[in-house]
T-cell receptor, first 114, second 111 residues
Framework: DGGITQSPKYLFRKEGQNVTLSCEQN?????MYWYRQDPGQGLRLIYY???????QKGDIAEGYSVSREKKESFPLTVTSAQKNPTAFYLC?????????????FGSGTQLSVL | SQKIEQNSEALNIQEGKTATLTCNYT??????LQWYRQDPGRGPVFLLL?????KEKRKERLKVTFDTTLKQSLFHITASQPADSATYLC??????????FGAGTRLFVKA
């Protein structure tokens, strides 16, 4: 089955530590996105990538970094500079940015601070 | 400022009734609007898309309306079932890459 796989499902971060969230898709989609979801708030865009080796900052990119070395993969690193990282992180993809009508989401990663 | 508002209070209805969820927005001119379903601890799943020149869209027991004058979308689930219990997210596409999400409304359908 085609889809988006996020791992791990749960992740704990110690103070001063960088952690990386994995996102893999086998939908052959060009565009990929990272969103952050906090209780009572809408999804907020962290980073997005239209094509391999290219990515842009979203609304809340500070304290995060990404890479897009392969079409299938778009990992997100939460750095120690992100002071409030506890949230539910969602990876998504669309066929292309020009046709981003329907977002396909992964099952999410819950990140908590120890 | 630009805002999307969905009822923050949960909606409780009896099985078999019609659930109606509201999405209001200000200071946007969306090309289209989408509704997603999200279960606890899971990612959102796309349900319906309605464009600015469409008044109504249906899919099985789901119906969406879009009033660009009122800046409002209504999402209806007819003959609701306990399995419809979830959080429903409204999302606007304003052009380019940007999709803006509301915080969602939690729906509980009692048997």
């Amino acid at each position: 089955d085609g889809g988006i796989t996020q791992s791990p499902k749960y992740l704990f971060r110690k103070e001063g530590q960088n952690v990386t969230l994995s996102c893999e898709q086998n939908l052959n989609h060009d565009a990929m996105y990272w969103y952050r979801q906090d209780p009572g708030q809408g999804l907020r865009l962290i980073y997005y990538s239209q094509i391999v080796n290219d990515f842009q900052k979203g609304d809340i990119a500070e304290g995060y970094s990404v890479s897009r070395e392969k079409k299938e993969s778009f990992p997100l690193t939460v750095t120690s500079a992100q002071k409030n990282p506890t949230a539910f992180y969602l990876c998504a993809s669309t066929l292309s940015q020009a046709t981003n009508e329907k977002l396909f989401f992964g099952s999410g990663t819950q990140l908590s601070v120890l | 400022s630009q805002k999307i508002e969905q009822n923050s209070e949960a909606l409780n209805i009896q099985e078999g009734k019609t659930a109606t969820l509201t999405c209001n927005y200000t200071n946007y001119s969306p090309a289209y609007l989408q509704w997603y379903r999200q279960d606890p601890g899971r990612g959102p799943v796309f349900l319906l898309l309605i464009r600015e020149n469409e008044k109504e869209k249906r899919k099985e027991r789901l119906k969406v309306t879009f009033d660009t004058t009122l800046k409002q979308s209504l999402f209806h689930i007819t003959a609701s079932q306990p399995a419809d219990s979830a959080t429903y997210l409204c999302a606007l596409h304003t052009g380019g890459f940007k999709t803006i999400f509301g915080a969602g409304t939690r729906l509980f359908v009692k048997a």
